[in-house]
């Protein structure tokens, strides 16, 4: 086996920027998918790795690590020799970090949650979600003006966290025809050497 294990749900935007940026690392990982459905993800033998009980989970030989985006500070950290997915410039570290919060912030609130209910039933508020979505789409618009990433002048962490809800966007209602400058983002994200699709596993990662 290999020594990383990524537990995930293929519908889950949270665990694709996990298993995406295992592969843009080109890392090696067990991939191993919790049945939300039937509550694997509440048993014990799960809540031991997520005390949450909220995929994705990782292990990296003894250390078992928990929240999205905390793995992937833990994976860029560790793997990226050349530290330019989460780089070392402090000023840098913090626009990853501004854009880690919005991902776990308005993001999640905004088309993540207006995903969840068409997807899986949630029952949250759809309106309000749409409209959240449709506000931080409109600064992320303004903020991709003559620029190609989100953080940097290069792809981050801050690309990965972001990405899978944007792009799936429309599953929650949410039209992207409005932000040009998204949709171009969103598509040289999708051009990396090693991105993978949501809901499918990469070259170098084995099911």
């Known amino acids: 086996m290999?020594?990383?294990?990524?537990?995930?749900?293929p519908?889950?935007?949270?665990s694709h920027r996990v298993e995406v940026l295992l592969s843009l690392l080109g890392l090696k990982a067990d991939i191993i998918d919790v049945d939300l459905m039937s509550g694997a993800h509440k048993t014990a033998e799960f809540l031991a790795k997520n005390s949450f009980g909220q995929v994705p989970?990782?292990?990296?030989?003894?250390?078992?690590?928990?929240?999205?985006?905390?793995?992937?500070?833990?994976?860029?950290?560790?793997?990226?020799?050349?530290?330019?997915?989460?780089?070392?410039n402090l000023v840098d570290q913090a626009e990853v970090q501004r854009f880690l919060s919005l991902a776990a912030g308005k993001i999640a609130f905004g088309p993540a949650a207006a995903r969840l209910v068409n997807v899986f039933g949630a029952?949250?508020?759809h309106k309000t979600a749409i409209d959240t979505s449709h506000a931080v789409?409109?600064?992320?618009?303004?903020?991709?003006?003559?620029?190609?990433w989100l953080a940097t002048n290069h792809p981050t962490i801050a690309d990965a966290a972001n990405y899978a809800y944007i792009a799936h966007a429309p599953e929650g209602d949410v039209s992207l025809e409005a932000y040009p400058n998204?949709?171009?983002?969103?598509?040289?994200?999708?051009?990396?050497?090693?991105?993978?699709a949501f809901g499918k596993t990469a070259v170098g990662l084995c099911a």
Not at 2 to 9: F, G, Q, V
Not at 182 to 196: D, H, P
């Open 137 to 148: 789409l409109a600064t992320f618009e303004a903020h991709l003006d003559n620029r190609d």
């Open 123 to 125: 029952g949250l508020d």
């Open 57 to 88: 989970a990782l292990e990296d030989g003894d250390a078992t690590l928990s929240d999205s985006n905390a793995i992937l500070v833990y994976l860029a950290t560790k793997y990226d020799a050349n530290r330019t997915w989460y780089p070392e």
């Open 182 to 196: 998204v949709r171009a983002w969103l598509e040289r994200f999708e051009s990396l050497n090693g991105y993978v």
């Open 2 to 9: 290999s020594a990383i294990t990524l537990y995930r749900h």
């Open 11 to 14: 519908l889950s935007g949270h």
